[in-house]
């Protein structure tokens, strides 16, 4: 009894090893490189034409391990790949009408990730990691209504503006993005002290002196990705950006959902697509707005009989706030979320509602026609 025990666990430990064998060869085909090999094997390199010292030992282990460091995190260097189609197209050509150099799509690779809603806990926002003054210092529009660090496309140019004046003030573009990551002035203030203007040799903060070799690292692999494990196929990368431009005027704050109607979309489809909009609103004044491809034609006769439609019955959805109410009475009073109450109006919590406040009472949807459960129709004027 007890060696049919032990064949049978046998029997199942093999069992299971096969199965777990032929899984493990149907995710992985080919056999992962050798990483020492991989490191032996890195020639020259250059960054935006700029050489690599290679040959100083310092330099090369310093290369190598933000490259295993990669490696390790195999899933974000996955994620970098197949985002790659989607940003880096646009990126190239913006840099070719720019006449700078193709390697400082990398950059933003460093930063970001590819991730236009990326926030830092120092308060650096979008794919290029703008913090407040340095992106209006660089045109971006960033208030309560729109934030431009998270648009794809004008944070895109801002970036490159600032790193054309950082080139002008440094000299080569491996300083310029050296001050990129840790502001000009500081830098520009460790290359008269130390007496270099060699990015190679400057002491300067740990995370800056890691930050170029994050680029170089991002540049090795989405330049040859077989070469360091990472095989992917052509269906595993995410599509392009597919869209189409429309200009809206806005007299006063429009419902995003009246912009996501008029483009035959939904609302998660227009904020993806413009993530510098915050919020439900799109705020007054004069807006380029992307919408999905095929989108444009007829675009601003809906838009307008939309908008008209919205503010018709805005008008007659209107209550006074009388003494003694308050945003909770009021919700209830009108079978509508307290939060919805909020956003139609957009009301600061932190101000108190006032008798003679007119709110804007949007009809439910599932419930329609809205009515109060209590008082009478002359609640709402």
Sequence with gaps: MRQVRWLTGLMLIVAISLATSGCRASLQSTEFPS????????????????????????????????????????????????????????????????????DLKYVAIAESALRPQAQSNKGAVGLWQFVKGTGRKYGLVIN??????????????????????LYAIAGSWTLAVAAYNMGEE??????????????YQLHVPYETQRYVFR???????????????????????????????????????????????????????IKDLN???RGHYLPSGSHD?????????????????????????????????????????????????????????????KQPIQPGDRLFIYPNRITEPLAPRVGTSADVD
């Design 186 to 199: 500081r830098l520009m203030a460790e290359t008269i002290e130390q007496e270099t203007k060699d990015y």
């Design 35 to 102: 990483l020492v090999s991989t490191l032996r094997a890195i020639g020259p390199v250059d960054f935006c034409g700029e050489a690599v010292p290679l040959e100083e030992q310092e330099i090369r282990e310093r290369l190598e391990k933000e490259l295993l460091l990669s490696h390790w995190d195999r899933s974000q260097v996955i994620l970098w790949l197949k985002r790659s189609r989607r940003y880096l197209p646009h990126i190239e050509l913006m840099l070719k009408q720019s006449q700078m150099p193709d």
């Design 144 to 165: 309560e209504g729109i934030d431009e660090r998270r648009d794809f496309f004008a944070s895109t140019q801002s970036a490159l503006r600032y790193l054309q004046e």
């Design 275 to 277: 993530p510098q909009i």
């Design 289 to 349: 707005i992307l919408v999905p491809k095929g989108a444009s034609g007829g675009f601003q006769p809906r838009y307008r009989r939309l908008l008209n439609k919205f503010l018709a019955a805005k008008e007659k959805r209107i209550y006074v706030v009388k003494k003694g109410d308050n945003l909770t009475l009021i919700a209830e009073k009108f079978d509508v979320p307290l939060t919805a109450l909020i956003i139609w109006n957009r009301i600061d919590r």
């Design 215 to 269: 680029i170089l690292s991002a540049k090795l692999i989405l330049t040859d990705p077989e070469k360091f494990g990472f095989i992917l196929n052509e269906e595993d990368y995410y599509p392009p950006l597919e869209f189409e431009k429309v200009k809206i005027d806005c007299f006063q704050d429009v419902p995003v959902r009246i912009v996501a109607q008029a483009a035959r979309t939904n609302f998660k489809g």
